[in-house]
């Protein structure tokens, strides 16, 4: 995909990682290295942003994307770390570029009606607004084009003869993780403080503040932060979804 494509795809809309988002994190590591960070930006790749604004507008649609689940069940909607999803959101949406990226570079592509099919199989909430779900359509949207090319990747890794999704027959996803770790080595990756820290290998929450936690709060959103698992129930409403 070339820059404009991306840099387009990006300020169309925002995208919404959800229960999808989760699964792509699971492929596989990724891993770069970098310094410069362009102004309003909450991640770059090879100099490309991500910008804040972006993200921001993602984590209020996933929290009322969860809201909206919450409801449909009769269950009241549990308590996430805005922290710590803003760093999810973030290592999704770098992990997107970076598999688009290396798809790119291998000369693999997807189609668009591909990446529709696979995308109509996600069911919106009831109870979301006009612009969430539109927000929840274009996640979904990224995310099966990003799967589609990581197991286009595994299987042209496996049978270089396999360069379209028609000729994928079995999953080879496991196949493109040691590829993607390398590939993704090479680029330079660079993520704002206040929206996680790059590992070298994936985004991890942190609280964004420069000083060391010292209060119960800070102690509990620095733990939520960076643990999705953490209690998030002891943090003020402004820190939580």
Known sequence: MSTSRRAARSAR?????????????????LSGCGTHLSPGAAATINGDAISQNHVDEVVLAACAYTAANAQAGGQPAGETSLA????TITQALVQFDLADRAAAAMKLNVTA??????AAQNQLPSGLSDTDADVLRGFF????RSSDQVKLIGAHLTDPSITTMQQVTTDKSAAATTYLETYASKQDVTVNPA?????GSAVKGTSGS????????AVAGEAAASD?????????ASQVC
């Open 210 to 217: 420069l000083s060391d936690p010292v209060s119960d709060v």
């Open 13 to 29: 809309r925002p995208r919404l990682p959800a229960s999808a988002a989760m699964a792509l994190l699971l492929v596989g590591a």
């Open 113 to 118: 009606a591909e990446v529709s099919a696979a």
């Open 228 to 236: 999705p698992q953490a209690d998030a129930s002891a943090l003020p």
């Open 84 to 87: 710590n999803l803003r760093a």
């Open 195 to 199: 929206y996680g820290v790059w590992t």
């Open 141 to 144: 949207q990224d995310f099966s």
